[in-house]
Each structure stands twice: as structure tokens, then as C-alpha cells.
């Protein structure tokens, strides 16, 4: 589904990424790890035009996606998550969650200034639908709370039924586990398998959890200083000489 070749970002005279090339198959979850700096983040900004490569090419189902505007990327199939939280504290679980849709469910302005019939029926469907996704994420008690001032981990929860909302084919899910305790982190790996099963979604994990990452992944990329330097099954990438120099030094 997803498909990305030779993808060079360049800032200035520094490279971040460096001919990337990869595929993330329909239904599959794909694991995108390295260290610090390895450049996962800046491919993510690339697949959802937030950056614009230098070189190479990024295509979705057969679209090229470096064609498209930013906000085009959603309409696409596309949807994420973020490292850093990126909710209204203002607005109830309910609220956030339904933001997710706006890219497909937006009322016309004269039709909303006047209350039409129509208006309040596209409203009500999108709250049920919303109903429907808190549910599977287990926020129904807190739908109606702000956002502002609840657990780190049920907010990541909030960001990911937001996404949902989008009803994407693909999600990206940035550093999900970041900042969660061990407990949470194994419970957040099996919410997402479930929640592939449920709404049968591919993904894209950046995540530094190796232990979540190759329990969840079909496969596993890994990356270093802008590099793909292994590609394949879990088990295979984790013995890979280059992985562990990556991570542990040469020494190891």
C-alpha cells in the first residue's frame, strides 16, 4: 500500500534521510526503528507532506502523494499520530475524537449558520460513530471530561481515537508508547493489534519500546543517521550486526 524509494531530505548541507527505500504491505504493521536521530520522524513529516524530499518517491495505493497538498494526505487513506501530544485541552475526549473526522464530514457553512435538518442528522451520526470508537478504546466514562488535565496515557488513547475518526487505511503512529509505564506499554501493543483487527487499518510504528515493537510488527525496519540498514521479520532485524552496532556500539 504504502511505498517509499529512494527518499534523500536534505536540510541544507545536513542529509536526514538518506535513499530510503521500503514498502509497508496491505493489513501489516511495519516497525520503524533506530536511535536518536536516525531520521524516523523526518520520513513520517515526509509521508504526510509536512516536509517535501529532496529526491525519491512516496506513493499510497498507487497515488503519488508528494503531489498532493498537506491537507490532501488525510483524504488519501492516511491518518496519524504524534511524539508530542497534539490535543485541545479545551475541548472534552468526545470533542477531540471528533476532530478526526473533519476531513470528510465538514458542514457547509449556510447549512450549519441555519441549522438545517441535514446539518443535525450528519451530527448525530458523527457522534455515534465517535461513541462507537471511545468504546472500543475504552473512554466512554470520560467523554464528556476536557482533555486538559487527564493521564498521559489516556490521552495518548484520546490521539489515537482521533485518528480512528479518520477512518484511515493507514495510521502512523508516532512514539505511542512514549512516556507510558511498562504496564501501559505492553496494554497500548495489544490496543493496537485489536484495534488493526477492529477497523483493519495497516500502520507504521516509530518506537523506541523494542519489546512492544517486535511484538507487534509483521516486520521491521531500522534505521540509522538517515539509513535503512535492515529490513525484514523481527527476529531477523534484531540479530542483525548493524542494528546492535547501531544501538549498542561496535564493541558490542
Known amino acids: 500500500m504504502l511505498e517509499i524509494r529512494d527518499v534523500v531530505l536534505r536540510f541544507g548541507g545536513i542529509t536526514a534521510l538518506e535513499g530510503v527505500s521500503f514498502t509497508v504491505a496491505d493489513g501489516e504493521i511495519c516497525g520503524l526503528i533506530g536511535p536518536n536521530g536516525a531520521g524516523k520522524t523526518s520520513l513520517f513529516n515526509c509521508v504526510t507532506r509536512v516536509y517535501r524530499p529532496s529526491e525519491g518517491s512516496i506513493s499510497y495505493n498507487g497515488v503519488d502523494l508528494l503531489s498532493l497538498r498537506r491537507h490532501q494526505i ?7 499520530t504524534f511524539q508530542n501530544l497534539a490535543l485541545f485541552p479545551s475541548l472534552t ?3 477531540n475524537a471528533m476532530m478526526g473526522a473533519h476531513s470528510r464530514s465538514t458542514p457547509r457553512l449556510v447549512p ?6 441535514t446539518t443535525h442528522r450528519a451530527r448525530r451520526q458523527l457522534e455515534s460513530e465517535a461513541w462507537y470508537v471511545l468504546e472500543e478504546l475504552d473512554l466512554v466514562d470520560i467523554a464528556h471530561e476536557f482533555a486538559k ?3 498521559f496515557g489516556t490521552l495518548k488513547r484520546v490521539e489515537l481515537a482521533r485518528a480512528l475518526m479518520g477512518r484511515p487505511s493507514m495510521l502512523l503512529l508516532d512514539e ?3 512516556g507510558l509505564t511498562h504496564a501501559e506499554v505492553h496494554d497500548l501493543g495489544q490496543l ?3 484495534m488493526r483487527a477492529t477497523f483493519g487499518f495497516s500502520a507504521l510504528l516509530v518506537e ?3 519489546g512492544m515493537v517486535m511484538g507487534i510488527s509483521d516486520h521491521v525496519v531500522a534505521m540509522d543517521f538517515g539509513r535503512k ?4 521479520p523481527p527476529t531477523e532485524v534484531q540479530r542483525s550486526p548493524e542494528v546492535i552496532a547501531a544501538y549498542l556500539g561496535r564493541a558490542a
Do not use: C, E, N, T
Not at 488525510?74 to 496519524?80: F, L, P, S, T, Y
Not at 540498514?229 to 525484514?232: E, K, L, M, R, S
Open 112 to 117: 450549519s449558520a441555519l441549522s438545517w435538518p
Open 93 to 95: 475526549v468526545m470533542q
Open 176 to 178: 505511542p508508547a512514549g
Open 149 to 151: 488535565g487527564l493521564p
Open 192 to 194: 493496537i493489534l485489536r
Open 74 to 80: 488525510v483524504r488519501k487513506g492516511i491518518a496519524r
Open 208 to 210: 523506541h519500546h523494542m
Open 229 to 232: 540498514i535492515a529490513d525484514g
